[in-house]
């Protein structure tokens, strides 16, 4: 996810895998969006 800046449909693309499934095991992993989208930015 942070490869592709949060963007479930592309990460699902890169990893072979529909976005609902994708949607499900991050679900099942217990990762939410906001921190599968977490950067760097804030780094200085």
Do not use: P, W, Y
């Not at 963007?7 to 499900?24: E, M, P």
């Amino acid at each position: 996810m942070e490869h592709t800046r949060g963007n479930q449909f592309q990460a699902a693309k890169v990893l072979g895998v529909s976005r609902s499934t994708l949607r499900r095991r991050l679900r099942e992993l217990h990762i939410s969006q906001r921190c599968a989208d977490a950067t760097d930015d804030d780094t200085e």
